[in-house]
């Protein structure tokens, strides 16, 4: 079992900030990929972020230059700094780990957090 603890969602004004981590525990091994989801009312859920165990980044188109995800492997931990939020970011965020491999693959989920981007 792997479990991913979520952390800093909030209410926030457009033009804001937020940072959002992410820390992983249990029988996890061979993490791969870490990243950040996220899904508002009536959408999927779709990618925002990724980031891989090298430290390869991808974005999604609309929040290219305003987030940035990064990793602490130590820590088992991802990070997503969002700067200049608007309205539309405005969602459930969920982190995400993929890793091992075989019959011991793994891609667990986090609970979520909510991300308010309003005046």
């Known amino acids: 079992q792997v479990q991913l603890v979520e952390s800093g969602g909030g209410l926030v004004q457009p033009g804001g900030s937020l940072r959002l981590s992410c820390a992983a525990s249990?029988?996890?091994?061979?993490?791969?990929?870490m990243g950040w989801y996220r899904q508002a009312p009536g959408m999927e859920r779709a990618l925002v972020a990724t980031v891989t165990s090298g430290g390869t980044t991808n974005y999604a188109d609309s929040v290219k230059g305003r987030f940035t995800a990064s990793r602490d492997n130590a820590k088992n931990t991802v990070y997503l700094q969002m700067n200049s939020l608007k309205s539309e970011d405005t969602a459930v965020y969920y982190c995400?780990?993929?890793?091992?491999?075989?019959?011991?693959?793994?891609?667990?989920w986090g609970q979520g957090t909510q991300v308010t981007v309003s005046s």
């Open positions: 995400n780990v993929r890793g091992g491999s075989g019959t011991l693959k793994y891609d667990s």
């Open positions: 249990g029988r996890i091994f061979s993490i791969n990929t």
